[in-house]
């Protein structure tokens, strides 16, 4: 078993900055990659961007390129999302993710292990 657990979530104006923090535990030997979805009101859950756990390989959706920056602290055990030049569209409840053996990281249905969750909401 893997657990989960997001922080850093807030409100916060267009054009400000966020960075969400994704504690793991467990049996995160087993972990090839983590990953950060968000769902918004009405909308289903979609990939945000994700990070190899040994190499450090990062993959992001193009709604996020060049503002959001994922990143991981093996030692730690954490994964993190800096997001910048935030928008409204960016408002969502934002998702951690452990997948054991998938390598399609953009997929939901691939990840075995999901966070609670952590609100992010974009003032304009």
């Known amino acids: 078993q893997v657990q989960l657990v997001e922080s850093g979530g807030g409100l916060v104006q267009t054009g400000g900055s966020l960075r969400l923090s994704c504690a793991a535990s467990?049996?995160?030997?087993?972990?090839?990659?983590m990953g950060w979805f968000r769902r918004a009101p009405g909308k289903e859950r979609e990939f945000v961007a994700a990070i190899t756990w040994s190499f450090g390989s990062p993959y992001y959706a193009d709604s996020v390129k060049g503002r959001f920056t994922i990143s991981r602290d093996n030692a730690k055990k954490m994964v993190y999302l800096q997001m910048n030049s935030l928008k409204p569209e960016d408002t969502a409840v934002y998702y951690c993710?452990?997948?054991?053996?998938?390598?399609?990281?953009?997929?939901?249905?691939?990840?075995?292990?999901w966070g609670q969750g952590t609100q992010v909401t974009v003032s304009s």
């Open positions: 467990g049996r995160t030997f087993s972990v090839y990659a």
């Open positions: 993710a452990a997948v054991l053996r998938s390598r399609v990281l953009t997929t939901e249905r691939n990840y075995d292990y």
